[in-house]
């Protein structure tokens, strides 16, 4: 549907602009003051390729119109004698194209920005609701379940059985913890912190994991500390959540890369994997929440990672790797 859309309104500017040069084409040029009219008309398919297409629909637009008028141009400049005030125009045309085209396109991300800052305030509300009213049977649960299983004197077969409700209440607590993380308003204790620090840290607390799985993690920091000013524990907990993930990706035998760059705005963390990668589908959506491509994933934890990085002014982006697997980009200012 959305792509009939498209072709319509594709349709639509072709059969304007087609429609204003036949005019132009078949109106004798003396006819000075009816030309300058349909030249006026050129900027009615501008305005909807502005609309409806942004810069690239308002560039495409004014390269057509002037493409295809340029014939009758030549003719009418009797042999290339300019008429300085079509050539003015032209510009003009031109400019207002690039001017309304990167409105047009900034008004338009402005808004799907709002939307989607609303849409997912309001799954945080609802998460945060439903994960609220989970937490306090699920840590009930939890607690009477390590209380019995301390005090159980069942044979082994019993025992086992406890200690698999003690295990997956643990982990539905994380998940609800997860939940609880993505609904709330992230509030930012900053300190300037050298990222290259925070980076090494989680490093060392994941390479057991990471021996576990017989992934090795390898790092190349910037030579000179990157001071930036960020809550200490929230990057540290997108840098564990990212390194986590790019170990389990890995197969055995593989290393994780984290690398850090200076720019002159702040500076980049890269996380790098050699696993399967991320099909093409579901990249656009895996920063969405509660989309996973692991089995028993919340799906939250990317959600909270890019929550955290735009609460801190920056962004992360993710693209694929030559050799295999995915990188993660994660983009902090170094402004307060």
């Known amino acids: ?184 308003p992230l509030e930012l204790q900053k300190t300037m912190e050298d990222l290259n620090r925070l980076a090494g840290e989680c490093v060392e607390v994941s390479r057991p994991i990471g021996e576990n799985s017989e992934v090795k993690i390898k790092t190349e920091f910037f030579r000179e500390p990157l001071l930036l000013p960020l809550d200490r524990d929230r990057i540290k907990q997108v840098i564990m959540n990212l390194i986590t993930n790019a170990i389990e990706a890995s197969p055995a035998g593989n290393t994780v890369w984290v690398r850090t760059r200076k720019k002159r705005t702040g500076a980049v963390l890269e996380l790098s994997d050699h696993g399967c990668g991320i099909k093409t589908e579901d990249r656009e959506r895996i920063f969405e929440p509660f989309f996973s491509t692991k089995k028993g994933g919340t799906g939250l934890g990317l959600a909270i990672a890019k929550k955290i990085v735009e609460t801190h002014g920056g962004s992360i982006s993710l693209r694929s790797n030559p050799d295999g697997g995915i990188t993660f980009s994660i983009r902090l200012s170094a402004e307060k």
């Open 1 to 184: 549907m959305a792509k009939q859309h498209r072709n319509l309104k594709v349709a639509i500017i072709v059969v304007l602009i087609v429609a204003i040069l036949i005019l132009h084409y078949f109106t004798i040029h003396t006819r000075v003051f009816r030309h300058a009219i349909y030249r006026i008309l050129f900027y009615l398919p501008l305005v909807l390729g502005s609309f409806w297409f942004g810069l690239k629909g308002a560039l495409y637009v004014s390269a057509a119109v002037i493409i295809f008028y340029l014939p009758f141009g030549v003719y009418r400049w009797r042999g290339f004698s300019f008429d300085f005030n079509i050539l003015l125009e032209g510009a003009v045309y031109i400019f207002l194209a690039s001017i309304l085209g990167y409105m047009c396109e900034k008004e338009k991300k402005g808004q799907a920005a709002r939307l989607e800052a609303e849409r997912l305030a309001g799954i945080g509300r609802a998460v945060s609701e439903i994960a609220h009213d989970m937490k306090s049977p699920l840590m009930a649960i939890g607690g009477f379940a390590n209380q019995v299983l301390r005090k159980s004197k069942s044979d082994e077969s019993d025992r086992k059985k406890l200690e698999l409700v003690v295990r997956e209440t643990s982990r539905l607590e994380a998940m609800v913890q997860e939940m609880l993380d993505f609904g709330r």
